[in-house]
């Protein structure tokens, strides 16, 4: 999809009036005009991006405290009793178009609304053999990340040399599930 044909871009970049709240160079807030509860916020990126890994640092940076100001102002100003921070990435994680939305939503009791997560059941060996497959590429992303179990001192030079190196990740398999 191109970004002028996308809604989403055209309200974060004030192409089509909404009803804005927040707005800096990177990022746009506006009340959801089909909102879960009043007061449901739209919080999306001025560039035409779909999902949060394909944030640019400085706008994922941005994201995380324009959410924590924006709730606090919802706390402040509307008292709910608990408020959702929401991010749907992809369409089977529930994502409708293919621009990154952040839904900031105060929680009222008895309003309707299900985030209930499942609780499966995990064999242990199964999540010890996931713990040592995501820290073998852990350094890729936070190079100075150590953990307990790591016997020898290594500088961070020597483990990024010893690191597995990443392969070209395709997000765009995500995004193209919009198309
Ligand atoms: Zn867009």
């Known amino acids: 999809m191109e970004a002028t044909q996308c809604i989403f871009c055209n309200l974060a970049t004030g192409q089509m009036p909404s009803k804005k709240i927040y707005e800096d160079e990177l990022i746009t807030a506006i009340l959801d005009i089909y909102p879960a509860n009043p007061a449901h916020l739209l919080v999306m990126p001025k560039e035409h991006k779909a999902i949060f890994a394909q944030l640019p ?7 995380g405290l324009v959410a924590k100001k924006l709730s606090e102002l ?19 994680a529930g994502q409708k178009a293919p621009h990154f939305i952040m839904h900031v939503i105060p929680r009222f009791q008895g309003d309707g609304i299900n985030f209930e997560i499942a609780e499966k059941e995990a064999k242990i060996d ?30 961070v030079e020597q483990r990024l040399e010893e690191r597995k190196k990443p392969k070209n990740i395709d997000l765009d398999r995500i995004t193209k599930m919009f198309e």
């Open 126 to 155: 199964d999540v010890d053999a996931l713990c040592s497959k995501l820290r073998k590429d852990v350094l890729n992303y936070f190079p100075e990340q150590k953990f307990e179990e790591e016997k020898e001192e290594k500088s």
């Open 57 to 63: 640092k400085a706008t994922a940076e941005r994201f």
């Open 74 to 92: 919802i706390f402040r100003v509307l008292r709910p009793e608990g408020l959702n921070i929401f991010i749907a990435n992809g369409a089977i």
